[in-house]
């Protein structure tokens, strides 16, 4: 079955990340993939939340939010807290974030992380991940540069990608028309020395077997290849 931009089934939507993008921010990006668009900052902040102070380690952590016309239809800005999903993906992208961070380098100190989607076309939480792993490698070179941490404390690369089964094919990076019509929908985040550190799956309609698990990770992992050279780029990596 065609898919709606003419993609082949292993192909990744454009993708680009533009870092600096914000001012301010120790570290920023803006991530496109296809028509999704996120900005990703990070903020150091010389504090700790309680339980670890006085411990000598740091603390990564991130929130997330959509603008109301991020989407076809206009969406209620969370001003009387937060909505389960907001709360899971932003959860979702701190513990990503801190599986390949030795906190304990970081000193007392945190490093906030903000994803706000400007326009979402499928896999937003994914994009975050990405473009918040360039947004927090900018924000660790700045700490570096002002030398108040005495080494980089990131351990791995970090990367994240949408697989999925629609109408029998399985397809790389899914847009918000296969998201929705979807069998089988995962998001998938890896290290780029190929290990996992978090996978989201979930069958739809009918489960699915280990095969088709199996061949949706080769899928992700050659999208994530493909994203883990983006962010390289961004941060003038070798």
Sequence with gaps: MPRPDGRANNEMRFARITPHYMKFA??????????????????VEEKVPPF???SGKGWV???YSMLPRSCRERTQRETKGLGGRTMEIQRLVGRSLRGVVETSMLGERTIMMDCDVLQADGGTRTASVTGAYVALSLA????LKEKLIKR?????????????????????DLCYEEDKNA???MN???TDKGRFVELQGTAEGAPFDRGRLNRLLDLAQSGIQQLLKLQKEALQLK
């Design 26 to 43: 120790e570290g920023s990006c803006l991530i496109e993939m296809g028509e999704t668009k996120v900005v990703c900052t990070a903020s």
């Design 52 to 54: 670890l102070k006085n």
């Design 61 to 63: 952590t991130a929130e």
């Design 140 to 143: 660790v070179q700045w700490l």
């Design 152 to 172: 980089n404390p990131i351990l791995d690369m970090l990367a994240a990608i949408s697989v999925g089964a629609v109408s029998g094919d399985e397809l790389l």
């Design 183 to 185: 069998a089988v929908d």
């Design 188 to 190: 998938v985040i890896m």
